[in-house]
């Protein structure tokens, strides 16, 4: 959308996102870094499979795998600056189909959610070195594929001081925090605010008794809360264009 011009004549942008986590009624946002990046992380172990009853003729893709994956636990720990926040995390590991033949190859693959692109690309470059040389040790190769999905959320100063200024007319001051933030997840309203100065904040849709977060298979939105969403976009326009529309 923005390369077909979706932004052109475009000063500033606005957008929020329902959040269950937060309280019903809440307004969270926060100058800066809002929600996180989110990048994919594959890796393929290649080796030689062979027969169970032969370990000394295979080039074991198991091992040199479950060394990688504990090794990599070493970049938040201690590759990185404890000050540098993100998360990395292998949720996915396969090799092999039955219980007395080596495989050829292992297969794992993670996330990593961090807030700053300097960062992101240190720990990149770290995962690939660790996963590179471990498997090397282990006479096999490792081969690694990182794709960005999308970048931070990061908030501009002055639009985010609008945000609050209209939250605390319409929605009150108790319910405009900043509390519990920025949050792990990812946004592609991240590509606008690379482009324009703006704003993307929380509206909390909690409703008491339902635990049930976005993107689960019971999620129920709290169309209660959909009046505040609308009367905080009318608040904006009202507030940045001089406007009176209620």
Same mark, same amino acid.
């Given at each position: ?18 959040? !269950? ?22 890796? =393929? ?30 970049? =938040? ?119 324009? !100065? ?45 406007? =009176?529309?209620?």
């Amino acid at each position: 959308m923005i390369k077909e011009g979706c932004l052109e004549g475009v000063d500033e942008v606005y957008g929020y996102h329902n959040i !269950p986590n937060f309280p019903e009624g809440d307004i969270r946002v926060v100058e800066g870094a809002m929600m996180a990046s989110a990048t994919t992380v594959k890796i =393929k172990v290649l080796g030689k499979g062979g027969h169970g009853s032969m370990p000394h003729m295979i080039k074991d893709v198991i091992s040199a795998g479950a060394a990688i994956f504990t090794n990599l636990h070493t970049v =938040k720990s201690r590759c990185i600056d404890s000050r540098d926040n993100f998360t990395f995390t292998m949720t996915h590991f396969t090799s092999g189909t039955t219980h007395n033949v080596f495989p050829d190859e292992a297969f794992m693959q993670g996330s990593i959610r961090s807030y700053s692109r300097p960062v992101l690309e240190l720990i990149k470059t770290k995962i690939h070195h660790i996963a590179t040389s471990t498997a090397e040790a282990f006479d096999c190769k490792a081969e690694v594929d990182i794709v960005d999905l999308y970048p931070p959320t990061v908030n501009h100063k002055e639009q985010t001081q609008h945000v609050i200024r209209v939250a605390n007319k319409y929605v009150g001051g108790e319910h405009v925090k900043s509390d519990d933030l920025p949050v792990a997840g990812s946004e592609d309203f991240s590509y606008y605010l690379e482009n324009r !100065p703006g704003c993307f904040f929380m509206l909390g849709t909690r409703v008491a008794g339902n635990d049930y977060f976005c993107h689960t298979s019971r999620y129920d939105y709290n169309d209660s809360m959909i009046p505040t969403g609308a009367l905080m976009f009318v608040g904006i326009v009202e507030d940045r264009l001089a406007a =009176k529309i209620i």
